[in-house]
């Protein structure tokens, strides 16, 4: 029993946390022990889901033994205790890439949606907050500045040749920085627009940028948001057609996976936006596809300085453990920090404040185990529960019920001597 319970348990755990569709990926076993990373170091062969299932191992164990099933529990015990311990002590990071680089971490403390008046809402880019300007200010000589999810709301970019005349207006907010992120809202030129000049389809997005000659900027790369959070931003597809219903839902579109954005030196930044940040397997296919470090741009106003600012740290820490790369967050009131390879905090700014640091990490390269199979412990673990299920184990008789030894087996007088 403890063990199938156990593997059940990681099975369930991993339909929440790897369906898109399903609500907030919060709460996952392992996420529980991100203040101690040491103990999270199998996410580096087996992933979250994974320390799920040592986790689940140890809790059915217990009570395994409580429930007068002592043998088998007390293996199980020790075989996920000498797991993690092995997990720790033979880790190893994925090797450097280059030299380190200095990351700026911005955070705006731009209120939450409903706190904004729409006509800041709807603003052009030439309209930025006064406090953007301010704060960009503080931005120093650094290799990339990092900004929120959000950081331009109401600011639509448009797809094709006016994109780059548009990102022009963003210089003031590289302050001293040779390259900048920051989140905006993707769009097509052919989209209608409403009546308060909203478009009918958009998309979230980050876009890299470089300083160019003279005035230009160069636009480095662009990451559109795939995984779409639900009711917040998609309806389930069971759902969809409530959306006729409701002409003032959001709009926002699927993206579609792009080449990722490069630095000029040609090391590559894998970025997941807010909602992307839950996900493992994301952040696996963008380090098999060369991403030296991560960026999470992130808009948390939503949750007024909630438990869910921990639980999204939780995910970051759990995300670089089982890449082996450098995590940088930058939200709009928290929590904006740098989580390094092993999982631990190397700086996070003062929550519900505007503010900006600078953090030096190390680009790497090269790739995790669980970077390549972690994808596959859910099955694993959903296929040995099936099996027991359909193949109980045959119980052997006791001596109440029958058996060799009991009323129904050998007589004293049968009884050799």
């Known amino acids: 029993v403890p063990p199938v319970f156990a593997a059940g348990w990681c099975a369930i755990e991993a339909i929440r946390g790897h369906w898109p569709g399903a609500a907030y990926q919060h709460g996952q076993i392992a996420q529980s022990f991100y203040q101690m990373p040491a103990l999270l170091a199998p996410a580096r062969f087996v992933g979250e889901t994974g320390c799920n299932l040592l986790f689940a191992m140890i809790a059915a164990g217990l009570a395994g033994i409580a429930l007068g099933v002592r043998r088998v529990s007390m293996i199980q015990i020790a075989s996920a205790c000498v797991a993690i311990a092995l997990a720790a002590v033979v880790i190893r990071d994925p ?11 911005v955070q705006t403390m731009q209120p939450a949606f409903r706190d904004q008046p729409m006509a800041e809402r709807l603003r052009d880019p030439d309209g930025l907050y006064a406090h953007y300007r301010e704060l960009a200010k503080t931005v120093p000589d650094c290799d ?3 900004w929120p999810e959000g950081a331009l709301s109401g600011v ?7 994109e780059a005349t548009q990102v022009r207006s963003l210089a003031p907010l590289f302050g001293r920085a040779k390259a900048l992120l920051i989140g905006a809202l993707r769009t097509d030129a052919d989209v209608e627009r409403g009546d308060r000049g909203w478009p009918s389809a958009y998309r979230n997005a980050a876009y890299l940028l470089e300083r160019g000659s003279g005035d230009d900027i160069v636009i480095r790369g662009i990451h559109e948001k795939q995984y779409l959070v639900p009711v917040g931003e ?7 057609w409530l959306k006729s219903w409701m002409p003032w839902y959001w709009r926002t579109q699927r993206g579609e996976p792009r080449e990722l954005p490069r630095l000029g030196d040609g090391r590559a930044l ?11 397997t994301f952040f696996a296919r963008e380090a098999r596809g060369a991403a030296s ?13 909630g438990a869910e600012l921990d639980q999204m740290l939780a995910m970051t820490v759990l ?20 989580v390094r390879p092993d999982g631990e905090v190397a700086l996070a700014l003062p929550r519900n404040e505007a503010t900006t640091a600078v953090v030096t990490i190390q680009p790497r390269q090269g790739a995790t185990v669980a970077v390549h199979v972690a994808g596959f412990v859910p099955f694993f673990a959903a296929a040995f529960v099936i099996f027991c299920l359909a193949y109980p184990r045959r119980q052997r008789p006791d001596r109440a019920n029958g058996g060799p030894e009991g009323p129904t087996g050998p007589t004293s007088a049968e009884a050799p001597g």
């Open 270 to 280: 894998g970025v997941a936006i807010c909602y992307e940040n839950c996900f493992g």
């Open 319 to 338: 995300r670089a453990i089982e890449t082996g790369r450098p995590v940088v967050r930058a939200t709009s009131d928290g929590i904006s920090c740098a």
């Open 95 to 105: 090797q450097a890439l280059g030299d380190p680089l200095r990351v700026t971490l």
């Open 293 to 305: 470090f991560f960026a999470v741009p992130s808009f948390e106003g939503w949750y007024r300085q």
């Open 234 to 240: 998609t309806l389930p597809f069971w759902l969809a």
């Open 156 to 162: 639509f970019l448009v797809a094709g040749d006016e």
């Open 144 to 146: 990339l500045a990092v």
